[in-house]
T-cell receptor, first 115, second 111 residues
Framework: DADVTQTPRNRITKTGKRIMLECSQT?????MYWYRQDPGLGLRLIYY???????NKGEISDGYSVSRQAQAKFSLSLESAIPNQTALYFC??????????????FGQGTRLTVV | GEDVEQSLFLSVREGDSSVINCTYT??????LYWYKQEPGAGLQLLTY?????DMKQDQRLTVLLNKKDKHLSLRIADTQTGDSAIYFC???????????FGTGTQLKVEL
């Protein structure tokens, strides 16, 4: 089983709809992250959470919200989806701050298309 | 904020060496990473280097760091078709709390 599982893997939704992307991890890590990937732009950080009570905005949080339901679960919501939120979304987890012994583990991604 | 740049594409022949380059702006970056993304998959850590090192070798992979020029490179020796993927440079920012990724370099290995 994967260490980081994202659901759904693919989703097509209409403009204005609310959608939730879910992420669960079995690594036992405190830190979880949501990124979006766009061609030619790399990965950009949307939100990150250091533990269940600590949630922080990343560089592109507008239009998104998150919920850390448990140490193992971190969901990303688009309250009213718009076409420019079409992207590949990744969830990741790490044990602590990024450093020598701290590898970030990524899910397989959710491809979201907003029409 | 931190800015990390990579060229978008690289094409090499099987058996040749590949060199993927990355430049960054934050001189206080402590750890620098290379991640690999295969088609339809998430990112996997390939290797990393600490900022007080100039070079790190790990089997076919060699990482070179020029801290003065803020330039990082990944050399893959004897490139194979299985090395075809997108390679991301990433630097540790925000006091170790965040990774800033480059744009990714798509490596295509031709027979």
């Amino acid at each position: 089983d994967a260490d980081v599982t994202q659901t759904p893997r693919n989703r097509i939704t209409k403009t204005g709809k609310r959608i939730m992307l879910e992420c669960s991890q079995t690594k036992g890590h405190d830190r979880m992250y949501w990124y979006r990937q766009d061609p030619g732009l790399g990965l950009r950080l949307i939100y990150y959470s250091f533990d269940v009570k600590d949630i922080n905005k990343g560089e592109i949080s507008d239009g998104y919200s998150v919920s850390r339901q448990a140490q193992a679960k971190f969901s990303l919501s688009l309250e009213s989806a718009i076409p420019n939120q079409t992207a590949l979304y990744f969830c990741a987890t790490s044990e602590g701050g990024h450093g020598r012994d701290t590898e970030a583990f990524f899910g397989q991604g959710t491809r979201l298309t907003v029409v | 904020g931190e800015d990390v740049e990579q060229s978008l594409f690289l094409s090499v022949r099987e058996g040749d060496s590949s060199v993927i380059n990355c430049t960054y702006t934050d001189s206080s970056s402590t750890y620098l990473y290379w991640y690999k993304q295969e088609p339809g998959a998430g990112l996997q850590l390939l290797t990393y280097i600490f900022s007080n090192m100039d070079m790190k070798q790990d089997q076919r992979l060699t990482v070179l760091l020029n801290k003065k020029d803020k330039h990082l490179s990944l050399r893959i020796a004897d490139t194979q078709t299985g090395d075809s993927a997108i390679y991301f440079c990433a630097v540790c920012t925000g006091g170790g709390n965040k990774l800033t990724f480059g744009t990714g370099t798509q490596l295509k290995v031709e027979l």
